[in-house]
């Protein structure tokens, strides 16, 4: 049974920083690419960073670059998402993801993941 558990979420002020964790179980972790996605209330689900399989590439929505960090730890099978500035509008429910490398679509397209976790809130207030 695969699980993808996040946590790492709370309440913060602008210009905080949290760093969200999201553990796998139940598929072998270094052979899925990993994602992070959000969706804020009324909204769509949206890509947030994207990493490979060992970590050696990543990839952000333009909205957090610079700001975000994606990493990894095959070791312990858990992805990390570093978030610091925070601003209100980041304010939504922060869910991973996994894929396999080699399906087609594009990284930013939840279609792309297969397996989901359950999500975890990130409330940034003024």
């Known amino acids: 049974q695969v699980q993808l558990v996040e946590s790492g979420g709370g309440s913060v002020q602008a210009g905080a920083s949290l760093k969200l964790s999201c553990a796998v179980s139940?598929?072998?972790?270094?052979?899925?690419?990993m994602g992070w996605f959000r969706q804020a209330p009324g909204k769509d689900r949206e890509f947030v960073a994207y990493?490979?399989?060992?970590?050696?590439?990543?990839e952000y929505a333009d909205f957090v670059k610079g700001r975000f960090t994606i990493s990894r730890d095959n070791a312990k099978n858990t992805v990390y998402l570093q978030m610091n500035s925070l601003k209100p509008e980041d304010t939504a429910v922060y869910y991973c993801?996994?894929?396999?490398?080699?399906?087609?679509?594009?990284?930013?397209?939840?279609?792309?993941?297969?397996?989901w976790g359950q999500g975890t809130q990130v409330t940034v207030s003024s």
């Open positions: 139940g598929l072998t972790f270094s052979t899925y690419v």
């Open positions: 990493i490979t399989r060992n970590g050696d590439g990543t």
């Open positions: 993801a996994s894929a396999l490398a080699f399906t087609i679509e594009p990284i930013n397209s939840p279609q792309k993941y297969r397996y």
